[in-house]
């Protein structure tokens, strides 16, 4: 008996994309029993929309599906054209959402069981070769009583897709997209969010786990552009922010040192700097060549410290 030559593109999986009518953000999720997933099923563009491609579906689907969404075709009448021009598209699933929230999602006769999607206002939910046909039911479900940023209800989907079996192989890869909703002249600006977890005996978990890390880099980000503003006000609250968010950070960490030795707590400074230090001597050496270079400030008594904790 041979196998369909299918096989070599066949990404059981489930996936989310959505919209947020608040901010106007666009997002896809995913998660696989497939090595890096996030490298085949997610597609995205700020200001234009996000598809997600998967089952025997062609990657073709992503790029070509954008690029009708980028031309102001709806997202129905784009489907539409893409499946017309594919003859394997009842093995097909495959979903696309624009910037005002309008959604067309594609689930193939010949998708292997548990397979189906589920469409509301905004959002879509989509899966192939689950446990059961409770899993998407459960994705939407948690999308829509979920809180926070888009970022945060796309990871809860997820997260319920797992309580509800998931995919019947088991887990590998997932991976997590949102863009800005206005369209810039270079569109990989507006990538707020875009991460992989390749291969991983929780991917879910650890895509969270980098979903936690990105806000605190953008917090980070804020902060020091606060900085650099002299906006004290905003920036104190901010770095308190950054290491709620990840207190594990290094960058962050050093951050906070640096402030501490500008409050006049400059044993506490110390101790931080050593501890990081400790951790990584290389950023003692790294630190100083910023002082150098202008980029962090070049008080002679902070690099007085940082020489001391070395």
């Excluded at 497939?34 to 998967?54: C, H, K, L, N």
């Excluded at 969270?208 to 980000?221: E, P, S, Y």
């Excluded at 709620?244 to 044993?267: C, K, M, N, T």
Aim: glycine share 8%.
């Amino acid at each position: 008996m041979k196998c369909r030559s299918y096989l070599d593109r066949l990404i059981a999986t489930y996936s989310i994309v959505a919209h947020d009518a608040v901010t106007g953000q666009m997002g896809v999720a995913v998660q696989s029993c497939y090595f890096s997933v996030g490298t085949a099923v997610p597609w995205g563009e700020a200001g234009v929309g996000v598809v997600a491609t998967q089952a025997f579906a062609s990657a073709d689907y992503g790029p070509e599906g954008l690029a009708l969404l980028r031309d102001g075709v709806a997202p129905y009448d784009a489907l539409a054209r893409l499946l017309e021009s594919d003859p394997s598209r009842e093995l097909a699933q495959v979903a696309l959402l624009d910037t005002r929230g309008r959604v067309a999602t594609h689930t193939g006769a010949g998708c292997i069981g548990s397979a189906g999607h589920l469409a509301a206002d905004g959002v879509s939910v989509q899966a192939n070769m689950m446990t059961d046909d409770t899993v998407w039911p459960a994705m939407l479900d948690a999308y829509q009583r979920g809180e926070g940023d888009l970022a945060a209800r796309l990871l809860a989907a997820l997260e319920a897709a797992e309580r509800a079996g998931g995919d019947i192989r088991g887990r590998q890869s997932s991976a997590l997209l949102v863009v800005a909703g206005e369209r810039t002249s270079k569109p990989w600006h507006g990538r707020l969010f875009d991460l992989r977890v390749e291969d991983h005996p929780a991917p879910v978990t650890e895509i969270a786990r980098l979903a936690r890390l990105r806000r605190a880099q953008i917090t980070h980000g804020r902060f020091l552009r606060a900085v650099r503003a002299e906006r004290m006000d905003q920036a104190v609250p901010l770095l308190e922010e950054a290491l709620r968010l990840a207190p594990e950070w290094d960058e962050v960490q050093l951050s906070a040192a640096i402030g501490l030795y500008f409050q006049g707590r400059h044993d506490v400074a110390r101790s931080v700097f050593r501890e990081i230090f400790a951790r990584k001597p290389g950023l003692a050496e790294w630190l100083t060549r910023m002082a150098d270079a202008e980029m962090v400030p070049a008080d002679p008594g902070l690099l007085q410290i940082v020489a001391s904790a070395r």
